[in-house]
């Protein structure tokens, strides 16, 4: 048996003032991470922290050569959100689209992935600056609160969505 599922429409929602600002501060984010890495390279140490406990304390030692590997995960999200996030009639959605809520749909998840963007691509930006000031004997991790405040953002981000777009059905 053939399952046929239903094509939702394909839509040219004009990007918002809001979407623009969220790209501009990713994309800063992002570069910011990467000239960080750069400018830091030849003061930092061979020894650098590679992991965290959910307790935020250093638990992995590494090269620094190990470093250059957030800023590549990041960029590689990054891009592959911002691809993403042209083609929103490809997303799962946790209501049927329709006709007459696909625009509404379609902008609202878009929004959702641009605030997700900027959040990882900053959380990866924030590790590496913690990694190189750990790496230097200026600190001695992320700290008790990271956890439960990056889970925190991340899981709120996901429940203002759910709730905005339950509630424009």
């Known amino acids: 048996m053939m399952n046929v599922e239903k094509q ?9 003032g809001l979407e ?3 790209s ?21 140490p061979d020894r650098i922290p590679i992991h965290f406990n959910g307790k935020g304390q250093v638990d992995g030692w590494g090269s620094k050569w190990t ?6 995960v990041s960029l590689l999200l990054y891009s592959g959100l911002t691809v ?7 997303y799962n959605y946790p209501l049927p689209i329709t006709e007459q809520n696909a625009a509404a749909q379609y902008l609202l ?3 959702l992935l641009g605030w997700i ?3 990882v691509v ?13 790496g230097k004997g200026y600190g001695d991790g992320l700290g008790l609160w990271s956890l439960p405040i990056i889970l925190g953002v991340l899981f709120g981000t996901l429940a203002i969505y759910f709730v905005r777009a339950f509630r424009m059905k």
């Open 8 to 16: 939702q429409p394909k839509l040219n929602v004009p990007v918002t």
């Open 20 to 22: 623009k600002m969220l």
């Open 24 to 44: 501009a501060a990713t994309l800063i984010a992002m570069i910011w991470s990467i000239v960080y890495v750069c400018v830091q390279w030849t003061d930092m």
């Open 67 to 72: 470093l250059i590997i957030l800023p590549i």
């Open 84 to 90: 993403l996030s042209k083609f929103p009639h490809v």
């Open 109 to 111: 998840a878009r929004k």
């Open 117 to 119: 963007n900027l959040e």
């Open 122 to 134: 900053a959380l990866f930006g924030y590790i590496t600056w913690i990694s190189v000031k750990v």
